[in-house]
Every structure is written in structure tokens, then in C-alpha cells.
T-cell receptor, first 112, second 115 residues
Framework: GQQVMQIPQYQHVQEGEDFTTYCNSS?????IQWYKQRPGGHPVFLIQ?????EVKKQKRLTFQFGEAKKNSSLHITATQTTDVGTYFC????????????FGKGTLLTVNP | GAGVSQTPSNKVTEKGKYVELRCDPI?????LYWYRQSLGQGPEFLIY????????DSGLPNDRFFAVRPEGSVSTLKIQRTERGDSAVYLC?????????????FGPGTRLTVL
């Protein structure tokens, strides 16, 4: 089935540094969603990208969907300790199949 | 309620026992999903419901796993003859309607430990 690969698996940064996580697929994705899971918490929806080349911003977070709809990225500018958590991309098969297939996630830790 | 609720929050059982995990979705959400998350992994799809019917149960690992949603609201995930490999966090999510562009709201999960 459809799989999404996420890199890096872990990222440790100093507070104030930038952070980027990447999500890649070997096949074209109908759309991609991003979730954040705090330690001990549950996934919380951040954004959905649908269009080729789409870029969306939420304050310090910038989300991109590749032109070929095979990759996506999440970039955080000037990280804060509140950004700590695991960031997952998830692809939605679309059509009549709406289940989410999650990547393994990128665990971000921020040193204050 | 304010969000998706799941009970119990923790369940410890012995190998071979039967367990039931409950999910109460956000009121008015017609689509309900079950996922399983192991340590260091992303959530893994198990099953989803649109209303009372299971629209896709392709993620259930074997016939020991079964889920119901008899009145189109609360759902119960049932696991028979539990095995140690079933230990994981079981997450439930709901969305307003079944559709590719619908945000899924996750519950806090049930941590299942099979001894």
C-alpha cells in the first residue's frame, strides 16, 4: 500500500534555531496532512495540503506540498520549547478510501 | 462533549484474555476511526465507520479483532485471546463526515498492556 517516509527520525535543536522535517512518497499523493503529538499526548491536526506546489503558513510554521505531489515539508522558524513533540505526515488515499497512512514521524527536542 | 473520549485510559490484562476498548466521538461526527500506535511509530489504521457500518476494516490484523458502532455514535473495539504483541496505544478519532478533506480529531487513547 501507499507509504510515506519521513526524515529525519530525530532532531535536536537549540531554542531559536530552525527545524525542517520532510515527507516523501514514491507515488503521487492525493493530499497530505500534518499532525503534532506532544510527549504522552495524542496526534493533533495541524494542516492539510491538497494542491500541487501549495504553501501554507501558520505563524512560525510553513508547510509545502511538492509540485509532483510526492513530497511535503514542515519548516519551523525560530523554534521554541513549546514546539517539542513528534511531527507526523499522513497521506489520505482519497477516492473511496479515507484512511490515513502515517509516516513514522520526526521527534523534535528543543534545548532552552 | 468537548472532544473524543476513550475509556479506559489504561488496561492491563493477561495473555489470552478478552478486552473491550470504548470510544465516544465528538457529537455529530459521523465518521469514526480506530488506529493502533506502538512506541516510536506513527498511528496504524485499523478500521473506520461511516454511521453504523464499517466502511473499511482492512487494517484489522486478524480475526481476533472486531469493532462495532451499533447506534452510529459510541464504538467498541474488541480483542479476543489477547497476545503480548497486541500491547500498544489504541487511538480513536472522529471527523464531521467521511471525506478526504476532513480533519480527524483524536482521543487520548487507551494504553493496552498484555502480560
Amino acid at each position: 500500500g501507499q507509504q510515506v517516509m519521513q526524515i529525519p527520525q530525530y532532531q535536536h535543536v537549540q531554542e531559536g534555531e530552525d527545524f525542517t522535517t520532510y515527507c516523501n512518497s514514491s507515488t503521487t499523493l492525493s493530499n497530505i496532512q500534518w499532525y503534532k503529538q506532544r510527549p504522552g499526548g495524542h496526534p493533533v491536526f495541524l494542516i492539510q495540503l491538497v494542491k500541487s506546489g501549495e504553501v501554507k503558513k501558520q505563524k512560525r510554521l510553513t508547510f509545502q506540498f511538492g509540485e509532483a505531489k510526492k513530497n511535503s515539508s514542515l519548516h519551523i522558524t525560530a523554534t521554541q520549547t513549546t514546539d517539542v513533540g513528534t511531527y507526523f505526515c499522513a497521506e489520505n488515499s482519497g477516492g473511496s478510501n479515507y484512511k490515513l497512512t502515517f509516516g513514522k514521524g520526526t521527534l523534535l527536542t528543543v534545548n532552552p | 462533549g468537548a472532544g473524543v473520549s476513550q475509556t479506559p485510559s489504561n488496561k492491563v490484562t493477561e495473555k489470552g484474555k478478552y478486552v473491550e476498548l470504548r470510544c465516544d466521538p465528538i457529537s455529530g461526527h459521523t465518521a469514526l476511526y480506530w488506529y493502533r500506535q506502538s512506541l516510536g511509530q506513527g498511528p496504524e489504521f485499523l478500521i473506520y465507520f461511516q454511521g453504523t457500518g464499517a466502511a473499511d476494516d482492512s487494517g484489522l490484523p486478524n480475526d481476533r479483532f472486531f469493532a462495532v458502532r451499533p447506534e452510529g455514535s459510541v464504538s467498541t473495539l474488541k480483542i479476543q485471546r489477547t497476545e503480548r504483541g497486541d500491547s500498544a496505544v489504541y487511538l480513536c478519532a472522529s471527523s464531521l463526515q467521511l471525506g478526504a478533506n476532513n480533519e480527524q480529531f483524536f482521543g487520548p487513547g487507551t494504553r493496552l498492556t498484555v502480560l
